[in-house]
């Protein structure tokens, strides 16, 4: 079952397959929630695919969809790209191996299972911080598989470890540098989207943030273009503290997936050409209106007391870690943005 705003209609087909029986789309009138949708045209046990740009369609209460139904939801970009947008993203969806995102997520868990935490570096900043735990706590698990039950967004891929919770610490310098993810709790969110734009300085230029107990507390551009991105954050910070406070170090896992230049959940589960990406999370929905995941492209992870890189650079095949070099940094609060 294919569920669309009604404004996509035209935009998108089911090509047939045996997989199965019957096959149907369901074009939506605005505004009309998903539960709604679920309850009264999508038969139980159904697998679903949804398309939409708004929340409403994006969610749904567990008791609606029920234990028998499948139900993935992909997110529509804005803008006169957003069917090629969301072509690719489909695309990936189809090309994505459930067994090959089990196999890393299953050796960066065993990596860290007894290792007590890990280290963030960026040979290019300076930047190292580290996060130590008495075991690993990964609050998010979406390993590719769709499972009865519940909304997944698409494209799946992803690992979290937990930063803020019992027995763990983190603190030290991080430098981030990739396209953003902007999540928020409120549906058509105008701010959301000014967020994302503010953050998409970060494609190009890395911005170093220093946390001290798991809370951000200082913000340096290491180039000039990630001055809007720093601005914006500590507008943020001004408005809701919480969001200043590191909820986790999220991994992405997926090959099929690659970073998009819109507002999307590709950003932070493509591994790209690394065995896994890794991101940080700021802010913890719906704690605090928004969740920002910075990727932090330029950096290697590894277990504390080991060398062996488990994502990031120096795991792609046949590659190697940068070698470290002393950039200029300029406060975030200086003249230059």
Not at 49 to 77: F, K, N, Q, S, Y
Not at 128 to 137: I, Q, Y
Not at 251 to 270: C, I
Not at 286 to 294: E, R, V
């Amino acid at each position: 079952m294919l569920v669309l705003e009604k404004a996509l209609a035209d935009s998108f087909q089911i090509e047939s397959a045996q997989r199965y029986e019957k096959c149907a789309t369901v074009a939506v009138e605005p505004g009309r929630p998903l539960a709604d949708v679920l309850r009264s045209e999508v038969p139980e046990g159904s697998d679903v695919l949804v398309i939409a740009g708004t929340d409403a369609l994006l969610t749904a209460p567990t008791v609606e969809i029920g234990p028998g139904r499948t139900v993935a939801a992909l997110r529509m970009g804005t803008g006169p790209l957003a069917l090629d947008q969301t072509r690719s993203l489909l695309e990936a969806l189809e090309r994505t191996d459930p067994d090959e995102v089990e196999r890393r997520a299953a050796k960066l868990t065993a990596a860290l299972e007894t290792a007590g935490g890990v280290q963030i570096e960026d040979p290019l900043t300076g930047s190292v911080a580290k996060l130590t735990t008495t075991h690993p706590n990964w609050t998010r698990s979406d390993l590719g598989v769709f499972k009865p039950g519940s909304v997944q967004l698409a494209p799946t891929g992803r690992l979290r470890l937990g930063a803020d919770t019992t027995g763990t610490a983190f603190s030290g310098q991080v430098a981030v540098k990739g396209w953003p993810v902007v999540r928020s709790r409120t549906d058509g969110d105008a701010r959301r989207h000014e967020l994302y734009e503010q953050l998409t300085g970060l494609s190009h230029y890395p911005l170093v943030l220093t946390v001290e107990d798991g809370e951000v507390t200082d913000l340096k551009a290491a180039a000039t273009g990630s001055g809007t991105a720093a601005a914006a954050l500590e507008s943020l910070f001004a408005e809701h503290p919480d969001h200043s406070m590191v909820s986790g170090i999220e991994f992405g896992l997926s090959t099929a997936s690659q970073p998009l230049p819109f507002n999307t959940e590709a950003n932070s589960a493509s591994a790209g050409k690394a065995q896994a990406s890794v991101h940080l999370v700021l802010g913890s929905l719906p704690q605090t209106p928004y969740q920002l995941t910075l990727a932090c492209s330029t950096s290697t992870v590894t277990a504390a007391g080991s060398t062996e890189p488990l994502a990031g650079t120096g795991t792609e095949a046949g590659g190697e870690r940068p070698r470290r070099r002393m950039n200029r940094v300029t406060a975030a609060n200086c003249g230059c943005h």
